[in-house]
């Protein structure tokens, strides 16, 4: 179940050949992240067009919100998808060098060169044979050498739907 921006369900299956669950994620999500798509390109476009960080992150999450956090949360926030968003524009361009040559990574940049106003949700398109090395938010659930050694590699509870209380 995703619960943002609205409650939707993600349909998920079981490979018995693999012994590993996978889910059917539409085009619009964020992978391994709660959200679209488009908040994360909105967020960076903030940043991009605005004085600073903190500025940005006072705009996109302030402090008089019912759910409102710290300012130092809010700039944590969205300089991980500042982060995100620029590391996979990089790894995209290094990828099809062709279309991407000279174009700096920005979300503006990109829109311009591609002509569109979701950047990442025709990445995911245009990247479709590379989404299972590609990181989030774009990348659908690549694997990292942290997450293993965390033990992070387990596989959610296959069986009923609903799952029986105390699963």
């Not at 968003?85 to 290094?94: D, E, F, K, Y």
């Not at 990181?135 to 690549?142: K, S």
Request: charged share 20%.
């Amino acid at each position: 179940m995703r619960k943002v921006p609205a409650v939707g369900f993600v349909a998920r299956y079981y490979c018995p050949e693999q012994h590993t669950t996978f889910g059917l994620l539409p085009d619009f999500y964020a992978s391994r992240v709660p959200g679209t798509l488009d908040d994360i390109e909105h967020t960076v476009e903030r940043v991009e067009a605005s004085a600073g960080l903190e500025h940005a992150a006072e705009e996109l999450r302030p402090g008089d919100a019912p759910d409102a956090v710290t300012l130092s949360i809010a700039v944590a926030w969205v300089r991980r998808r500042v982060v995100w968003v620029r590391a996979l524009l990089v790894t995209v361009a290094g990828l099809f060098p062709d279309l991407f040559a000279g174009v700096r990574p920005s979300v503006q940049a990109f829109r311009g060169r591609l002509g569109t106003s979701r950047v990442l949700v025709a990445l995911r398109g245009i990247c479709a044979p590379h989404l299972y090395a590609l990181p989030r938010p774009l990348g659908l659930n690549p694997r990292t050498w942290w997450s293993l050694a965390r033990g992070g590699g387990r596989q959610q509870w296959v069986g009923r739907d609903p799952p029986p209380n105390g699963r």
